[in-house]
């Protein structure tokens, strides 16, 4: 699968063999200009979901994209990450996201590394501090059919168990998340049956809208104290399909 970016070589590669995550030019989203578009290519081997995004080979990666700032205003102030309530943010290695995508013949399957300097989830919630959510909407991204939340429970040198919310859709996906606290690195591997997502096949030419929200705790401010991500306006700020 490829998510379309607007670049001449990767839109030739998804016109060939690509599945469409693309925002309608009719609907403007807070993406910055030149990364609101992302297609995912064909998984060239087999993915298992196990946290180890070694087998994906040929998968574009998205780093960092901004976000207009505020939701809605049209801005071009666009900015990495979106500080909240005590949370501040001094730079990527406090927190930073690079996120690919494949599918094959039943499901999308979505990598992604947070750079983050420390694990804070104490609240062992599935937003509440250092965690993913995701919606999912139709290719006119006028409606949402899923929201699914993943992360991983406890803090830096006291991990606790993987934590999968499917707070609205069809749900049935799959994550692994794991933390290398040497490289400061969680990785977050999810696997998304074409029923998630409310789709009868998966092939070149398919499309949906996606948006990811990335949120930030730190040790000394724990829970959801800010966030990054790939239309995150889409889950903050209230619900928004046409923001993925």
């Known amino acids: 699968m490829k998510l379309v970016f607007s670049f001449a070589v990767h839109f030739l590669r998804a016109v060939l063999c690509s599945l469409v995550v693309i925002p309608l030019l009719a ?25 180890d995004l070694s087998e994906w080979a040929g998968a574009t990666r998205l780093i960092s994209p901004r976000t207009s700032f505020p939701k809605g205003s049209g801005s071009e102030d666009y900015i990495f990450f ?37 694990h804070e989830n104490s609240a062992n919630s599935a937003w509440n501090g250092d965690s993913v959510q995701m919606m999912i909407a139709n290719d006119a991204r006028d409606r949402q059919i899923a929201l699914y939340n993943y992360a991983l429970g406890g803090i830096e040198g006291e991990l606790g168990v993987i934590i999968a919310m499917h707070e609205a859709g ?9 933390r290398d606290g040497e490289d400061k690195e969680t990785v977050y591997e999810v696997r998304l049956p074409k029923a998630a997502l409310e789709l009868d096949v998966l092939e070149a030419g398919t499309e949906f809208g996606l948006g990811l929200l990335v949120n930030d705790g730190d040790e000394d401010s724990p829970g ?11 889950i903050v700020w209230g619900r928004s399909p046409e923001e993925t």
């Open 82 to 118: 979106e500080e909240w309530r005590d949370g501040t943010w001094s730079g990527p290695e406090d927190q930073s996201t690079v996120f690919q995508v494949v599918y094959d013949d039943e499901n999308v399957y979505l990598g992604l590394v947070v750079t983050d300097d420390y």
């Open 170 to 178: 069809p749900g049935g996906t799959e994550a692994v998340v794991v």
């Open 224 to 234: 959801q104290q800010g966030w990054s991500g790939w239309g995150p306006h889409s």
């Open 27 to 51: 609907l403007a989203n807070d993406i910055e200009p030149g990364s609101e578009f992302y297609t995912a290519v064909k998984a060239e081997n087999p993915i298992v979901v196990d946290g």
